[in-house]
């Protein structure tokens, strides 16, 4: 379950229907990319790819810096042309429209504020450009900056205001056009930890007051994991995975995917089926087997992954009774983040697989210490298995 | 369509009025002097044809600058007095720029700006201004003879050490303020960390300081050979008749005997020795802007 | 932090050498007698005759008309010219173009001069005011795009980005956000341009027509003759609009500079 639908349940007003277009065979997609490629001279940004993004998606483009995220964006917006083929805004083709006569918006990652014209002059540039009639501009205008709480702020220039106040002015002047898209560029590098996380909250209110279709690229996975009804993981111009936050984290298709998302540990080894859907995983380094559940198929002694998040690893002083999974180790480290702790276990010599667990308990009452014997056991189905 | 008309306007006039002109000069350069109007030829027309033009135009004129030695004696001494003059700006130059550098942080925005200025005054006047200090019953000689530190007054003015005095003074920001923009970026904890290792201050000054203003050294040291190599105001105000330099004698060729092709043979010359300096100082440049990335 | 004597003595004796040479200009330019290096009593005779000299005054008004225009005429084109050359991606002959821009800068003034001097004589057009002009705009468009050029580099495209997203053309973009922002170097390099062609010498001596003698061909032909207190006169009222005019645009731009650390630390506070 993603974490846009567990929001709306909560909220009388909108319907608890689950917000999954994508899954709806007869839904049209607002954006289609169709087998895109963009080259720089030598250099390929973008690898013949293929995607759909849906209206009143809050749409999410997250991978390393260098990945292709941003040249997706860019010719979303216009700035870019694609080397070959086709991006559909709404059914047409947008490849040959110039980025001024688009219904795209975007949201510049410097914010691109205008520092000559006041916040209120920014916000009002765009609808200027479409000669607005004068009452229906201020109406706008206004509307804007009370969406964006900047209504104190409306006649000060973009230097005198804070860097908080300069983000939600970008956002309003980007959103007072009422694009049928709107792109996000980092839109919260710029802010500290903090200010951050508050700030994505309030984008996805807006998003979800507005109706508009937000794509955002950024490369922190935690933002895209929480503002996002859908992330495409993305790796030197192609996209490797295309799912809701939690099948991401949950289900990753590659070791890449696991790697770049959260903390995981990654054991290597080869499979053999023992069951409908059960595999028995032999662990390279050391020969030990465990048992772990798949629903893709693998062949008998395929080499494969076996990817664990540490929070799904029990730690325990002696062998769970029943346990499927157990592996003895020793405590090589302890990571304590306040509400929970990381333990490094040393298991068959030098190989380390962290545990997490939460902390309950004050830490006085802490069960384990360095080089304490330990077992760590997980369930059959709390690792994926992963081919590459 | 715009960014043709963006393009073609700036092009198309610095083609007319700056590449043109000097083919001219070049097609001058290689015509005889003649007593017509315009005093030289062979002159186009369309009757004779383009072969018959081009076959009258010869190297004559190069030829003659090489005979008469006024002409090369006139650009050695250039070379010379440009040479030394650039010589003399760095000695005074660099001594200021670095005082600049390491005078308090609220006073160097004053100093630059008192750097600049004079900058922005008729450089006609600054140059006349050492018309009146320099001459035998000038400000200078009054001073020098009321101290007794001479008895008869020194003749300074209509000489070449007037000439130098003439550019070091003129050209002396040029010099100042890409050396103080080199220094400034100097990180001071370089010198500390010199000093903390060992080096004593003029040990670090010239391990340090010096090999790292070294970009600035030389764009300064262009920016005044290059303009002092062609100057003609300072060698006719304050130089006298044995000063010669190049731009004052293309002048007289060209208003006084009114040689034209001699004229346009001269600045051609000049022009390819001046080719040499100015290519060494873009790579110069493009070298600092490549470090600065 | 303390100066030591070595860099507070040569900054000492480098500025009095900077500037000892226009104070006595100064000084002498008050001075009663026509003999310039004797101090004979105060005196603003000198400015009063000056004011007199119809031949000054003529020359001051054709300089005058020359710079205004030539600046204006060279600030249009040295900013589109910057513009192409940041801005205008690749083109045939582009490296032509930025040398002929370029070039200028380090050419010898006799060499422009004596062209463009047999230009004006090739194509049969008169020697005057109009020549001046195109001569001075071709030299001193170069210092303009200098100057424009380097604050385009520094300007952040995403400000014209935001524009043309929002729907503006791209002449509107440059009109409404690259224009109000550059407007400073753009105005610098006006002022530039201007003082350039009030300065100007040689170029003009080469392409101005016996009508049209500017006021440094006038003072030079009156120099060449020896020190004369008019010219002191002239060339003290010369430095003082000069520094008035550069004392005034450093007071400002500074007053902005810190008006804006102001605000920007007022807002910083506020959140």
Redesign the interface.
């Known amino acids: 379950m993603t974490l846009r639908p567990f929001l709306q349940q909560g909220r009388p007003d909108l319907p608890a229907t689950v917000f999954a277009p994508w899954a709806d065979p007869n839904q049209k997609p607002l954006i289609r990319f169709q087998n895109v490629t963009k080259r720089f001279g030598d250099f390929t940004a973008i690898d013949d790819l293929s995607l759909d993004i849906y209206e009143r998606e809050f749409f999410a483009l997250l991978g390393p810096s260098g990945c292709g995220k941003t040249t997706m964006m860019r010719m979303l917006a216009g700035f870019e042309n694609p080397t070959s083929g086709r991006i559909e805004l709404a059914g047409q083709d947008i490849v040959p429209v110039p980025p001024n006569k688009r219904a795209v918006n975007m949201m510049f990652q410097s914010y691109a504020l205008f520092p000559h014209l006041t916040v209120w002059d920014n916000i009002a540039f765009g609808l200027r450009r479409d000669s607005m009639p004068k009452i229906d501009l201020q109406r706008r205008v206004e509307e804007m900056l009370k969406l964006t709480r900047l209504e104190k702020f409306a006649r000060r220039k973009p230097h005198q205001i804070s860097g908080g106040q300069r983000q939600r002015v970008a956002l309003a002047r980007s959103l007072a056009k009422a694009p049928k898209l709107l792109l996000l560029d980092e839109p919260l590098g710029a802010l500290d930890k903090k200010l951050r996380q508050d700030t994505q909250f309030e984008l996805m209110d807006i998003q979800e007051k507005t109706g508009t279709t937000f794509v955002i690229v950024t490369h922190d996975q935690e933002e895209a994991m929480t503002v996002a009804s859908r992330v495409a993981v993305m790796d030197e111009g192609r996209l490797i995975q295309v799912a809701t936050p939690a099948d991401i984290y949950e289900a990753p298709n590659s070791v890449y995917v696991a790697d770049f998302i959260g903390d995981v540990n990654i054991l290597e080894g080869t499979v053999r089926a023992t069951g409908p859907n059960r595999y028995h995983f032999t662990w390279a380094d050391t020969g030990e087997s465990v048992t772990a559940a798949s629903e893709r198929p693998f062949s008998d002694g395929q080499t494969a992954h076996l990817a664990i998040r540490p929070e799904k690893v029990q730690i325990s002083a002696e062998r769970p009774e029943g346990a499927e999974n157990a592996i003895k180790g020793k405590v090589h480290d302890i990571a304590y983040l306040g509400n929970i702790s990381t333990f490094h276990v040393r298991v068959a010599g030098e190989r380390i697989i962290k545990a997490q667990s939460a902390n309950t308990r004050r830490i006085t009452n802490r069960a384990f210490t360095w080089e304490d014997d330990v077992w760590l056991s997980w369930t059959p189905t709390a690792g994926v298995v992963l081919s590459d | 369509m715009?960014?043709a008309i963006?393009?073609l306007?700036?092009?198309l006039?610095?083609?007319a009025?700056?590449?043109?002109?000097?083919i001219?000069?070049g097609r001058?350069s290689l015509s005889d002097t003649a007593l017509a109007r315009?005093p030289y030829l062979p002159q186009f027309s369309w009757d004779e044809g383009i072969w018959a033009f081009l076959s009258q135009l010869d190297f004559e004129n190069f030829w003659f600058l090489t005979t008469d030695d006024l002409y090369w004696k006139a650009y050695l001494s250039s070379l010379q007095i440009a040479i030394t003059a650039t010589f003399f700006a760095l000695l005074?130059?660099y001594?200021?720029a670095?005082?600049?550098a390491?005078?308090?942080e609220e006073w160097r925005?004053t100093?630059m700006?008192?750097?600049?200025?004079?900058f922005?005054?008729?450089?006609?006047?600054?140059v006349?201004?050492?018309?009146?200090?320099l001459?035998q019953?000038?400000?200078l000689n009054?001073i020098l003879l009321w101290a007794g530190i001479i008895d008869a007054p020194l003749i300074i003015l209509n000489t070449n050490t007037a000439v130098y005095i003439g550019i070091v003074?003129t050209y002396?920001?040029f010099m100042?303020l890409p050396i103080y923009s080199a220094l400034d970026r100097l990180d001071g904890s370089l010198i500390e960390a010199a000093e903390d290792l060992g080096c004593s201050r003029l040990q670090a000054f010239w391990l340090i300081t010096v090999p790292l203003s070294k970009n600035g050294i030389i764009a300064g040291c262009f920016l005044v050979f290059?303009?002092a190599?062609?100057?003609?105001?300072i060698p006719?105000?304050l130089g006298g008749s044995e000063t010669l330099m190049i731009?004052k004698i293309?002048?007289e060729e060209?208003f006084n005997n009114r040689d034209?092709p001699v004229?346009?043979a001269v600045?051609v010359v000049?022009?390819l020795i001046?080719v040499v300096p100015?290519v060494l100082?873009q790579r110069n440049q493009q070298r600092q802007a490549e470090e600065d990335r | 932090?303390r100066?030591?004597w070595?860099?507070?003595t040569?900054?000492t004796l480098?500025?009095a050498?900077?500037?000892l040479?226009?104070v006595?200009?100064i000084i002498?330019s008050f001075n009663e007698s026509r003999l310039?290096?004797v101090w004979a009593g105060f005196s603003t005779k000198w400015y009063g005759e000056l004011l007199q000299n119809q031949s000054f005054l003529d020359a001051a008004w054709v300089t005058l008309k020359v710079a205004v225009f030539s600046s204006t005429l060279a600030t249009i084109?040295?900013t589109?010219?910057a513009?192409?050359l940041v801005r205008?991606g690749r083109?045939m002959?582009r490296t032509?173009?930025s040398g002929?821009?370029y070039?200028?800068l380090?050419m010898?003034?006799?060499?422009t001069g004596?062209?463009?001097l047999?230009?004006f004589?090739?194509i049969g057009l008169d020697r005057g005011v109009l020549t001046i002009v195109?001569?001075h705009?071709?030299f001193s468009?170069a210092f303009v795009s200098v100057v424009v050029s380097s604050r385009l580099v520094t300007f952040d495209r995403s400000l014209e980005e935001a524009a043309l997203d929002l729907g503006a053309s791209?002449?509107d973009a440059f009109r409404l956000v690259t224009l109000p922002i550059i407007a400073p170097a753009v105005i610098s390099g006006w002022l530039l341009a201007f003082?350039l062609s009030?300065?100007d010498?040689?170029i003009a001596s080469f392409t101005a027509g016996p009508a049209s003698t500017t006021l440094?061909i006038r003072?030079?032909s009156a120099?060449?003759l020896?020190?004369s207190p008019e010219?002191n006169a002239l060339?003290t009222i010369?430095?003082a609009i000069?520094?008035v005019?550069?004392?005034t645009a450093?007071l400002v731009s500074?007053r902005s500079m810190v008006r804006q650390k102001r605000d920007e630390q007022a807002a910083a506070r506020a959140t």
């Open positions: 715009r960014r963006l393009i306007v700036p092009y006039w610095l083609l009025l700056f590449l043109v002109p000097f001219i000069v001058i315009p005074i130059g001594p200021i670095y005082g600049m390491r005078a308090p925005p100093l700006m008192l750097v600049i200025l004079p922005w005054t008729s450089f006609l006047i600054r006349y201004s050492w018309i009146g200090i001459s019953e000038g400000y009054q003074y002396l920001p100042i290059i303009p190599l062609g100057e003609f105001v006719s105000l731009g293309l002048w060209f034209w004229a346009s600045a000049l022009l001046l100015i100082f | 932090m100066m030591s070595f860099n507070a040569s900054l480098g500025f050498f900077l500037y040479p226009m006595i200009l002498y310039v290096t084109l040295g589109m010219a513009y192409v205008g083109f002959g032509l173009f002929m821009i070039a200028p380090v010898p003034e006799v060499i004596l062209s463009l047999l230009l004589i090739g195109l001569a705009t071709t468009m791209p002449w003082t009030l300065d010498l040689v440094p003072i030079f120099v060449r020896g020190v010219i060339s010369m430095i000069v520094t005019g550069v004392i450093s500074k």
